[in-house]
T-cell receptor, first 111, second 114 residues
Framework: GQSLEQPSEVTAVEGAIVQINCTYQ??????LSWYQQHDGGAPTFLSY????GLEETGRFSSFLSRSDSYGYLLLQELQMKDSASYFC????????????FGQGTELSVKP | ETGVTQSPTHLIKTRGQQVTLRCSSQ?????VSWYQQALGQGPQFIFQ???????GRGNFPPRFSGLQFPNYSSELNVNALELDDSALYLC?????????????FGAGSRLTVL
């Protein structure tokens, strides 16, 4: 089967750093993506890792280790607007529109 | 460039009825995927369309069907609605079938089945 695991919720304070981990078990793995979703709105793309290592995009970074079937999203200098659900999602080879999503991590940023 | 638009945004149906949801893909995108998101869950892949043909399907029964039109817009049809079909239905478009693609999601159609 295909499965992804991530923590259900995380709480942090403004200005802090938080890491959201994701482990996966899938066939046809191509890469790992991260999406943000506010209150049931449209998921929006944050980051993609196709190779091992760290990808940095502003305050957000994402890491992938294919040998460990593990990745994480790192959010720095947290802001109140970062309160949202964060999903890791596995991309499948040659099925670009098909993402296998985790259950999501609800991040609450407190003042 | 315009993003992904979906209609209707909200709708209420009763068990046994049929529903059609519509999606306009982002300009320049030829692949459309549909997802079902139950409350508190991650989106679940229903199927994707590439150049008007179904190309990959998730674990959903045949009463979930779709179409893609020459302008790459798409429809999701659900027949014989069940209570468990109540969910947010998300449409996403992408440039092609590459696994590295970024999906652009619409805001969804929230379906309630009574």
């Amino acid at each position: 089967g295909q499965s992804l695991e991530q923590p259900s919720e995380v709480t942090a304070v403004e200005g802090a750093i938080v890491q959201i981990n994701c482990t996966y078990q899938t066939s046809g793995f191509y890469g790992l993506s991260w999406y943000q979703q506010h209150d049931g709105g449209a998921p929006t793309f944050l980051s993609y890792n196709g190779l091992d290592g760290l990808e940095e995009t502003g305050r957000f970074s994402s890491f992938l280790s294919r040998s460990d079937s593990y990745g994480y999203l790192l959010l720095q200098e947290l802001q109140m607007k970062d309160s949202a659900s964060y999903f890791c999602a596995v991309a499948i080879y040659n099925q670009g529109g098909k993402l296998i999503f985790g259950q999501g991590t609800e991040l609450s940023v407190k003042p | 460039e315009t993003g992904v638009t979906q209609s209707p945004t909200h709708l209420i149906k009763t068990r046994g009825q049929q529903v059609t949801l519509r999606c306009s893909s982002q300009s320049g995108h030829n692949t459309v995927s549909w997802y079902q998101q139950a409350l508190g869950q991650g989106p679940q892949f229903i199927f994707q369309y590439y150049r008007e043909e179904e190309n990959g399907r998730g674990n959903f029964p045949p009463r979930f069907s779709g179409l893609q039109f020459p302008n790459y817009s798409s429809e999701l049809n659900v027949n014989a609605l069940e209570l468990d079909d109540s969910a947010l239905y998300l449409c996403a478009s992408s440039r092609d079938l590459s696994g590295a693609n970024v999906l652009t999601f619409g805001a969804g159609s929230r379906l309630t089945v009574l």
